[in-house]
């Protein structure tokens, strides 16, 4: 029984393996800005000691007094939605300078770490808290002193809030325009090659024409041609016609008087079209193989009806090769969504246009600080492709199998 | 009866003109036409920011609206130029045939026939054309080439002169290769291979299945700032650096278990070396889930009889699996290994996204980047070097490729065609 219980060990071990990625990229995105770089991912559901600054009191607030009795929680929440802070304060940070014992009638800098009830010197004042964060502050002199801003450290409460996600949907450009910018581009780079690889699959499985298996072999080994080959030239084409688009432009309408004669090179419709083309080989491939599995009778009998090849197609071919159909729209779905190099050499290089994973590359930079935004916009770029993905598995699974198992 | 050859080529002709006239002048009139609808949309996005009273401000919103707007249209116009162009094009076909046949039923078929498989093929074969094959084959010419023309192999040199541009880095990018060409894969297949094994004789197998599958429907991208949580470190110190008094936080689980403290703040992915392994983990975490789909399917296709007379021969779980199961799926895990090697090869997002500019981490994709981005102050053949670089990926691919061509010729014949 023992290799029993060793089957659910490793097995569950693997699967934590895995998914603690996904826990870390959920909670990150969860927490607020100071947690999530102060304090590690797995520490965000037990209380945990973070540090915190709060000041006394409002700046402009100049009345004088002999004590002053607060809280520290109500401080640090006074202007916050979210993310309130709570649980218990360990202690405070004191920066200041105190008789130095070596040197008689000097004080010297020092920084140390104030427990509870302990008193310390502020702004001249004796400062003594308590774990449940009230303060009282006493002067022996009636005083306005300035306020001062605290390091505290509280064993916080765990707290988990959905600001990041607001701040990077709605606060930041980036992350909106690079969600339209990936549907832009993904939507018709999967529509049109599956349609145009339909038709090709549909031509080499039952139309005869010359040249027709060679063609095939050609079309079928293009699949492993790595798509790098090709960008160099496949952009000098690009620049080539946005050059020609521009001067048709400029003879056409009167974009010269506000100098928008510029066809970019570099944009959606080039990715639409480099995508179609890388895509086509696996697809026509996929396809065909379907396609050339259907019962030759039923073909056959249609023929007879008089039925032409143009009805055949769309009336008995397309609905039948819905599974294969599905299948491949997945694959091109995810990887035009997910693709960033193609993006980068050959898609648009204007920073609204940017497509996600170029905008969540640059992100890696920009958000290296800020990683509760970083992984929230990670969460919005995956949350895509994982609905898409998990929806239409079986289609999925379908489809990874005919590309590699068949006839292995 | 008189040849209609003729009159197919001239319906042929017909055809392609109309085709490359028509398209593009309907998508630059839909463009046109259809422009008025960013500004609609611009203007619903402000009603609908003032009757919500949004926080951001107006200006955003139009930007963003007029954005959806252009991607709607955008979608409609290029998937209805794709349609548009096979119904035209099989119209005019048969009209053209219908009137060119002078009624006679038999010959207006024939020249239906004749034209209809390439209109069937013909886009596929004229993008595949201009998008791979030409350019594949001008890369291959620049890469012998001068900026300004001229024949050279200068462009190889990294090959084998150590002054030469990219020498060093293409060293870098051979060794690493290598290593993620042998790793990867290996890792990959393994761990599919017993995921499978595991999976399937356990109740919650199908759960573990899914959770491991995941990870490949994520962009490599995607896969890098999941794993950053737990590979980079460090964490910035509570407000500023208070020296040692205070806990250091180390925001990166697996930084935090070996031990290392805030003030280490290199990501492991970083190191010198031993970055590549980490790196390479990222690929398997998501690639393992195909090999291991794979694996299950080719697993259960296992015939009984085999695995019933093991089982009476007394054969132990392991003498089963490395016996009797995994010699009958070797032509699986073969295909699956060779999918993996090209995906290798061709592998960029990860090491772009981790550890673009570092030489130490280099893979022939993200040398061919670094060619272009960083060494344009080393001379004016940039675009050549890239070229040669691309060629040394092509290289590389060769052997799978010639692989590949031959398993589907096999299964070509296997499937009697």
């Not at chain 1, 290089?349 to 990683?371: E, H, M, N, W």
């Not at chain 2, 463009?31 to 008025?36: A, D, K, R, V």
Request: charged content about 15%.
């Amino acid at each position: 029984m023992i290799s029993r219980t060793l089957k659910h060990v490793v097995l569950a071990l693997i699967v934590f393996i895995w998914v603690v990625p996904f826990v870390a990229l959920v909670t990150t995105s969860l927490r607020s800005d100071v947690a999530s770089k102060t304090s590690g991912f797995w520490t965000a559901f037990t209380p945990t000691e973070l540090g915190h600054r709060f000041g006394t009191h409002d700046k402009g607030d100049d009345t004088a007094f002999l004590v002053m009795k607060g809280n520290i929680f109500e401080r640090l929440n006074k202007d916050k939605d979210s993310y309130k802070v709570d649980g218990s304060i360990k202690s405070i940070m004191f920066k200041g300078r105190v008789p130095d014992p070596e040197n008689e009638g000097k004080t010297k800098l020092i920084r140390k770490l104030v427990p509870v009830n302990e008193a310390m010197d502020v702004r001249g004042g004796e400062f003594i808290f308590q774990s449940n964060g009230d303060f009282v502050w006493t002067f022996e002199t009636e005083s306005a002193p300035k306020p001062k801003n605290l390091d505290v450290f509280i064993d916080q409460d765990p707290v988990f809030g959905l600001d990041a996600y607001a701040e990077v949907l709605f606060a930041n450009k980036n992350v909106p325009n690079a969600l339209i910018s990936s549907f832009i581009v993904t939507i018709p780079a999967t529509i049109i090659p599956i349609t145009i690889a339909a038709f090709a699959a549909y031509a080499f499985a039952w139309m005869s024409f010359p040249g027709r298996d060679w063609l095939f072999v050609i079309v079928v080994s293009l699949m492993v041609v790595p798509t790098q080959l090709a960008f160099l030239p496949v952009l000098q084409g690009f620049s080539g016609v946005a050059s020609w688009a521009t001067s048709l432009n400029a003879m056409l309408t009167d974009c010269e008087s506000t100098q928008t004669c510029q066809v970019a090179s570099k944009s959606f419709a080039s990715l639409w079209v480099t995508h179609t083309a890388f895509g086509l080989p696996l697809a026509i491939y996929l396809l065909r193989n379907y396609i050339v599995g259907l019962p030759r009778e039923l073909l056959e009998s249609a023929r007879i009806d008089g039925a032409n090849h143009l009805q055949i197609f769309t009336r008995l071919i397309v609905p039948l090769s819905v599974p294969a159909l599905a299948s491949f729209s997945i694959f091109q779905f995810l990887w035009v969504w997910n693709d960033l190099i193609v993006a980068l050499y050959i898609g648009p290089s204007d920073a609204s246009d940017l497509v996600f994973p170029i905008r969540l590359q640059k992100q890696l930079g920009t958000f290296k600080d800020q990683l509760h935004l970083l992984n929230a916009s990670a969460v919005i770029s995956i949350i895509v492709p994982v609905i898409v993905f998990l929806s239409m598995q079986k289609y999925f699974i379908r489809g990874l199998l005919a590309g590699s198992v068949k006839g292995g | 009866m008189r040849s209609i050859k003729p009159i197919i080529a001239s319906n042929s002709l017909a055809i392609v003109l109309t085709i490359v006239l028509l398209l593009p002048i309907t998508a630059i009139v839909a463009y046109i036409i259809t422009s008025p609808l960013d500004g609609l949309m611009a203007k619903f996005g402000t009603w609908l920011h003032e009757s919500r009273d949004w926080e951001f401000s107006v200006f955003d919103t139009q930007e963003r609206f007029a954005k959806i707007g252009f991607a709607i249209r955008s979608i409609f116009i290029a998937v209805g130029i794709s349609f548009l162009y096979f119904g035209v094009s099989n119209w005019l076909n048969m009209g053209l045939a219908r009137v060119s046949s002078k009624n006679s039923e038999g010959r207006q078929s024939t020249i239906v026939e004749a034209i209809q498989p390439w209109i069937f093929v013909g886009p596929a074969l004229v993008l595949l054309f201009l998008f791979l094959l030409v350019p594949a084959l001008s890369t291959l010419s620049l890469s012998f080439q001068e900026a300004d023309g001229a024949r050279t192999s200068r462009n190889y040199a990294f090959l084998w002169d150590p002054a030469a541009l990219g020498y060093e880095q293409f060293r870098y990018a051979m060794r690493n290769s290598l290593m993620w060409l042998i790793l990867v894969p290996t890792a990959c297949i393994s761990l599919g291979l017993l995921i499978a094994v595991l999976a399937d004789s356990v109740k919650w197998g199908i759960i573990a299945k899914t959770l491991i599958f995941v990870p490949l429907a994520i962009s490599f991208v995607g896969a890098a700032v999941i794993w950053r949580n737990i590979f980079a470190g460090g964490g910035i110190q509570p407000q500023e650096a208070i020296n040692g008094v205070t806990p250091s936080y180390q925001i990166g689980l697996l930084k935090s278990l070996l031990g290392h403290t805030a003030a280490y703040n290199e990501p492991l992915y970083s190191l010198q070396f031993w970055g590549n392994f980490f790196l390479m983990w990222i690929l398997v975490w998501v690639q393992t889930g195909f090999a291991m789909v794979i694996f299950s399917a080719a697993l259960r296709g296992v015939p009984e009889d085999t695995i019933e007379a093991a089982t009476i021969d007394g054969a132990n779980p392991f003498q089963m699996f490395f016996r009797i199961k995994l010699p009958q799926i070797y032509s699986t895990v073969l295909v699956v290994w060779t999918t993996l090697v090209i995906l290798v090869l061709k592998v960029f997002d990860i090491p772009y996204a981790l550890s673009a500019n570092d030489d130490d981490k280099l893979l022939l994709a993200t040398m061919m980047e670094n060619a272009r981005n960083n060494w344009s102050v080393g001379g004016d053949n940039v675009d050549n070097l890239f070229a040669a670089i691309a060629v040394m990926l092509m290289l590389t691919v060769v052997p799978n490729m010639i692989f590949n061509a031959w398993r589907i010729r096999r299964e070509q014949k296997d499937m009697g065609h």
